[in-house]
């Protein structure tokens, strides 16, 4: 069956753009995904990465004015005058997270011998433990700080968010090519997309076995890639959006603007308000909203001015009972009166549309079932795009091209897939890390990241000594399925949790993490001892392509 397709003019363009820009973007596309992959598990793995959050946790417990109380007592030199923001803890996630801002510090300016008043732009992030009652200062002084980093490191290496300041837009980029060249793939298979799939073979030509696979598949997750496209370019380049927005609809005014979609950031005290003492206690302000709001939970707890006259709290909630539930609420300390909400019933289309957004790219609306479908299809577009670089790669391999042109292509195919399939092993050794090194360390997160980083590039450099791309991937499977057994061993070596202790004491979020990595260990070894030693047997050298067969750095 065949649909009615482009004209040859037409094919020949959106072919040969479809091409360039998906070799240019695949191996960050790649890193994007295979990142975002286990982000989608971030919350899941928490208990994992961090032992001491492996509890029981007691819901609607927490007590946030003793929580204040406490870190004013522990850390005096906390300003608590200034935002104060509590995390409760969830099932996933059950230690409560608390930031707090340091007092402004007076210094002495040497050449000007005289003092000056001088802003410390840090804060403090906080772990209390909500069974032992206990603070624990995370290293560093500042919001992204973490006495752990396995889901930090990878939710900002899928957009990153390690290079500085470009980061993030390098990655909305990617995001906004992706989607072009998924919507110029679905044009060129347009005539033939139907034969294509059910037409699917692994025999014939290794140009014809990529380019079927690349079509099938690629079909099966377009609506995944799209929104993904869709979302991540919102997400990352979204002052490139929003600026022409607050100029047109706002007469640029930035205030108005963030007043319409996001009016928790308008939120203004006054610093010369005078002292009250009188004012109410977060917990009754907490718990008025459970009682007002139906079918809501607390996410998040922001204090501002607390002491002051014009104190507010501004609590961030959520109905999971609806998609897309968040909703923000602000009161007054003084009068408990509410000058700001966006119930999560009741949003401005602006509002639902900003919500929405972010919960489909997180996946937050159909719980763990969405979350596996979108973690395989994660992986899927991962294959797509290696799939992508080996037709680019196989179609290049002709006569009409010179061996000049032909150690290029091998040149680049080989070193795309270092970097990909490397990035795998890699993660095992992330895990490995955080469980080995220990957490007591001032700096353990940065040994963590330093660790993975240089095995990444280490592996990345081994993979290159690969003579062909068949013999780099089977190392790689052995290398990922060797790492990939070793996480839950050093998950109960070092905290004396193995799987079935887990299990048995129901710490499922625990036990799926090892489950997850034994199951990958099996389908690594599998792959490279089954299919692949078929395909070996399968490849037949091309008179001519011996100049091929020489390693990429040997």
């Not at 772990?127 to 560093?140: A, C, D, I, M, R």
């Not at 979302?231 to 927005?245: D, H, K, N, R, V």
């Not at 639902?352 to 992986?379: N, R, T, Y």
Request: charge should be positive.
């Amino acid at each position: 069956m065949k649909l009615k397709g482009l004209s040859n003019r037409a094919f020949n363009i959106f072919f040969h753009t479809h091409t360039v820009a998906g070799i240019v973007i695949s191996f960050a596309l790649y890193i994007i995904f295979f990142a975002g992959a286990f982000t989608i598990f971030r919350s899941e793995i928490y208990q994992w990465e961090n032992p001491s959050a492996r509890i029981q946790l007691t819901e609607n417990s927490l007590e946030y004015d003793q929580i204040i109380e406490k870190v004013k007592q522990q850390y005096p030199e906390v300003d608590t005058e200034k935002d104060i923001i509590i995390r409760p803890g969830t099932t996933k996630e059950p230690l409560t997270t608390v930031w707090v801002s340091m007092k402004e510090k007076v210094e002495k300016n040497k050449n000007a011998k005289k003092e000056i008043n001088k802003a410390r732009a840090e804060s403090l992030e906080l772990s209390y433990h909500p069974v032992y009652k206990t603070l624990q200062v995370y290293e560093g002084k500042n919001h992204e700080s973490s006495p752990t980093t396995i889901g930090e490191t990878l939710f900002r290496l899928h957009y990153f968010s390690q290079i500085p300041i470009v980061g993030m837009y390098l990655a909305g980029f990617v995001a906004f090519f992706f989607l072009f060249a998924s919507i110029t793939g679905v044009l060129i298979h347009w005539r033939n997309i139907i034969t294509k799939f059910y037409g699917f073979s692994i025999k014939g030509a290794w140009k014809q076995i990529w380019t079927n696979a690349h079509t099938v598949f690629g079909l099966i997750g377009l609506p995944f890639q799209m929104m993904y496209a869709v979302t991540g370019a919102f997400y990352c380049l979204s002052i490139l959006l929003l600026a022409p927005a607050t100029i047109v609809f706002f007469n640029g005014d930035q205030k108005a603007a963030f007043a319409a979609f996001r009016p928790d950031r308008v939120i203004e005290v006054n610093e010369k308000s005078p002292i009250n003492t009188n004012l109410k206690s977060v917990n009754s302000v907490v718990n008025e909203f459970y009682k007002t709001i139906p079918d809501i939970e607390v996410t998040r707890v922001t204090v501002k001015h607390l002491g002051r006259e014009d104190a507010i709290l501004t609590a961030y909630v959520q109905d999971e009972t609806i998609f897309n539930g968040y909703g923000v609420v602000g009161v007054t300390l003084k009068d408990g009166k509410r000058v700001m909400e966006v119930l999560p019933r009741e949003k401005t289309y602006t509002q639902a549309v900003l919500g929405a957004i972010g919960a489909i790219h997180f996946a937050e609306f159909g719980g763990i079932v969405l979350k596996a479908m979108f973690f395989i299809l994660a992986f899927i577009t991962c294959f797509i795009i290696i799939s992508g670089v080996l037709i680019w790669k196989e179609a290049r391999n002709k006569k009409e091209y010179t061996d000049k042109q032909k150690r290029f292509h091998h040149r680049i195919t080989m070193w795309y897939l270092a970097i990909c399939f490397g990035l795998f092993p890699a993660t095992a050794i992330l895990f490995i890390s955080e469980r080995v090194i220990p957490m007591a360390l001032n700096n353990h997160s940065s040994l963590v990241n330093t660790v993975f980083f240089v095995s990444w590039l280490i592996l990345m450099i081994v993979g290159l000594f690969s003579k062909k791309e068949s013999i780099l991937t089977k190392r790689y499977l052995y290398i990922n399925g060797v790492l990939s057994l070793i996480v839950p061993i050093a998950n109960g070596i070092t905290t004396g949790d193995w799987l079935w202790k887990t299990l048995a004491n129901q710490q499922f979020y625990v036990a799926a993490v090892d489950i997850f990595w034994l199951l990958i260990a099996t389908i690594s070894f599998f792959l490279a001892t089954s299919i692949y030693g078929k395909l070996d047997k399968l490849v037949k050298t091309k008179k001519g392509n011996t100049i091929l067969e020489k390693p990429i750095l040997s």
